[in-house]
């Protein structure tokens, strides 16, 4: 059932997990939720002061925190083309992902800390919350179709500003398994009406051996603590993050080609095929940016390792 286009469901749930990756013990279980814990509480009391430091200071704690939250879950960051999403301090952009986990914004934030649109229920988060707020998260209230003009507004005047601003077009989870959703074009056109690129990044979730996980999924009705608590039991956790080639809102006519044109860059880059898109009657053409380092051989690798 949907409420509206901007309140997409998965079909995505438990029936996606197959309960077979291999799992540390109690102990360390317990461990790694302590060690998170005792990262988002030293975050939580440091929001006080973070706006009486510099731009680069914040943002290096930033860093440094969600890279503590990885390592607190056992989870080893692998990216690919680092150094193009860390360019461009002075300019905005649309940064686009595929949804997946909660670990997905942490692992972007771990390689470049920027704001995000979230949903309006995430600010009353226990802890949590209070740092998101404070990082200068936007946030949507879907339920309320009337006020996304209005939100879309919003993040076109921050990217303007030169922020960089993280947002999941799919506008729900998906496992990662079959495929993901269908990207939704109204933020889209907030890089359009800000003059600013779309910067599309691919998230894979896999175990040690290569194999692909859909554990690390927050799925279907299950709650946070769910999630998490999944997470912290596994052994040899690697999240793939691909950086792409920017997409310049002239290379669209409007915001759903601009949206076709990103969601195909994406699934190319996690090698699925896609069917090109259409527009009026015509097939638009989608040249789909191979991921950002080389053009005959994959970008320089970086990880964040336990």
């Known amino acids: 059932m949907m409420a509206h286009g901007w309140m997409p469901t998965s079909p995505c ?38 706006p009486l430091l510099g731009r680069r ?8 925190v969600f890279r503590s939250l990885l390592r607190a879950f056992g989870v080893r960051l692998v990216v690919t083309g680092e150094a193009a999403l860390r360019a461009g301090r002075n300019r905005g952009a649309l940064v686009t992902a595929n949804h997946i986990s909660w670990l997905d914004t942490a692992a972007i934030n771990a390689v470049r800390p920027m704001r995000a649109l979230a949903k309006e229920d995430i600010r009353t988060w226990p802890v949590l919350g209070r740092v998101v707020a404070a990082a200068g998260t936007l946030f949507v209230d879907r339920e309320r179709l009337r006020t996304l003009p209005g939100t879309v507004a ?7 500003r030169g922020s960089l601003v993280y947002v999941c077009p799919e506008g ?8 993901m959703g269908r990207f939704r074009p109204a933020l889209f056109q ?17 175990m040690a051996d290569g ?13 946070i603590v ?14 793939e993050l691909t950086v792409l080639d920017e997409l310049a809102p002239g290379r669209a006519a409007n915001r759903r080609e601009l949206a076709a044109l990103t969601e195909a860059a994406t699934n190319s880059a996690l090698g699925r095929v896609t069917v090109p898109a259409q527009s ?24 964040t390792a336990v």
Do not use: H
Request: aromatic content about 4%; hydrophobic content about 40%.
């Open 190 to 206: 907030a890089a359009i009406d800000g003059g600013v690129p779309v910067r599309p990044l691919a998230l894979r979730y896999r």
């Open 154 to 160: 919003e993040v076109a005047e921050a990217m303007r």
């Open 57 to 64: 200071v914040r943002e290096l704690f930033a860093k440094r």
């Open 226 to 239: 769910d999630a998490v608590r999944r997470v912290a039991r596994l052994r040899g956790l690697v999240l």
């Open 280 to 303: 009026r009657g015509r097939v638009l053409r989608l040249t789909v940016p191979k991921p950002t380092g080389s053009a005959n051989k994959p970008g320089r690798q970086s990880e």
């Open 13 to 50: 749930g438990p029936s996606c997990q197959t309960g077979d990756e291999p799992t540390v013990g109690r102990a360390r279980v317990i461990a790694r939720l302590t060690g998170a814990a005792a990262v988002l509480l030293v975050a939580a009391l440091s929001v006080p002061i973070l």
């Open 211 to 223: 194999r692909e996980t859909p554990a690390p999924g927050f799925l279907g009705d299950e709650t």
């Open 172 to 179: 729900t989870t998906w496992c990662g398994q079959g495929g």
